[in-house]
């Protein structure tokens, strides 16, 4: 009896004595993730599956991420064969409205400006050693998009996939805090007060709707074919949206579709979080590297935005360049909020939306000129 006891409450503290300092720290991370999705409702539908991926995957001895355990089937099956960005990508898709940009489509320009930062961060990364595939993954965060970050970085660099896919995700849903401050930064009180004129939606007819997102599919495809999977996926969403004749698929791709991928991204993503394999100084660059992207983008997209307003005399308001990036439509409301700090008259949203469904566009097709062109020179 006295030995069936102590067995007990050896296996019992075994949990406690496996337990490392990085276990702990990452699940002190995870806390952090739940509090800023919960508390501060940043992103809930992605910083809380994510934090409680990662207190899970740091628990002793459960080994969660082993060749038997639960969440690695999750990873298995949706991340490292890239099936998860692609079905989040149908949801995307059918959750977009592009209108606004086909209203205006010189705002597309917009949605192109707010990539460079993934091609300026590229550079940094192989100016600090990363080889040239780290380094592509690295700047992809920069996209702000964390289905076409994960999806380039499960085919170049898996070894990153963790602190990648954590990094886009988390700077996505902290958008509200990192723009602001540059898009003050970098426009001048007139500029901020500049007043757009509302488009009207009514010009674009359902027929150019329709045809959108099939030449956009075939252009895109042909000009860089390796990014297929992930524009054919958005275009396909938003066509079945924009034809109205399969509105069960819609909801689907929308709803049950999308909230069940997410879920089980989420867990997948906060599953590669364990600390003993995390914490790494090479970690704490990636991170500090992704950060660097979006603020890049932001930067370009504004400094974009102050050209065109230059170049229209002054009636396009350079706080729709921050909208470039493909954090949708978190940046889009970004700007609107900013905007009316100066004007509580002044409506923003729709050229911004216009911009950020650019920049959906832009994201995706940044990834696939990085993935064709490293395909033809033998290394995608």
């Given at each position: 009896m006295e030995e069936i006891i102590i067995t007990g409450i050896s296996a019992l503290t075994s949990g406690l004595s496996a337990i490392t300092i990085q276990n702990i720290i990452m699940i002190a991370v995870g806390c952090g993730l739940l509090y800023l999705g919960i508390k501060k409702g940043?992103?809930?539908?992605?910083?809380?599956p994510i934090g409680f991926g990662a207190i899970l995957v740091n628990i002793p001895l459960a080994n969660l991420m082993g060749s038997d355990g639960l969440l690695r089937h999750f990873y298995e099956f949706g991340v490292a064969n890239e099936v998860f960005p692609c079905l989040i990508f149908i949801g995307i898709g059918a959750m977009t409205d592009f209108a606004p940009l086909l209203e205006n489509p010189r705002i597309l320009l917009l949605g192109a400006a707010g990539q460079f930062g993934i091609f300026l961060t590229f550079l940094i990364a192989l100016l600090l050693g990363f080889n040239l595939l780290d380094?592509?993954?690295?700047?992809?965060i920069g996209a702000c998009d964390g289905p076409t970050a994960i999806?380039?970085?499960?085919?170049?660099a898996p070894h990153l996939l963790g602190a990648v896919s954590v990094a886009a995700y988390s700077y996505m849903s902290l958008v509200p805090l990192i723009q602001p401050p540059i898009m003050r930064m970098l426009t001048t009180k007139r500029e901020k007060l500049i007043r757009m004129?509302?488009?009207s939606q009514k010009s674009v007819s359902k027929k150019v709707k329709l045809l959108f997102p099939i030449v956009v599919t075939i252009v895109?495809?042909?000009i860089a074919p390796m990014g297929t999977p992930l524009m054919g996926m958005l275009m396909l969403g938003n066509l079945m949206k924009e034809s109205g004749v399969v509105a069960r698929l819609t909801k689907a791709s929308e709803n049950e579709i999308a909230n069940i991928v997410t879920l089980l991204l989420g867990l997948s993503i906060?599953?590669?979080m364990d600390g003993n394999i995390f914490l790494k100084p090479q970690t704490l660059i990636v991170?500090?590297?992704g950060l660097l992207a979006i603020c890049l983008d932001t930067v370009t997209g504004v400094l974009f935005g102050k050209l065109m307003c230059f170049l229209s005399k002054g009636k396009i308001n350079p706080l729709i360049g921050a909208a470039g990036i493909s954090a949708y439509p978190m940046a889009a409301r970004v700007v609107q909020i900013e905007g009316r700090r100066y004007d509580t008259n002044n409506w923003l949203l729709m050229h911004a939306m216009g911009a950020n469904t650019g920049g959906q566009i832009g994201s995706v097709m940044a990834a696939a000129i990085v993935l064709s062109v490293l395909k033809g020179v033998g290394l995608g």
């Open positions: 940043y992103e809930p539908l992605l910083l809380v380094a592509v993954s690295i700047g992809i999806y380039v970085t499960s085919k170049f004129e509302y488009p895109c495809c042909i906060g599953g590669t991170l500090a590297l």
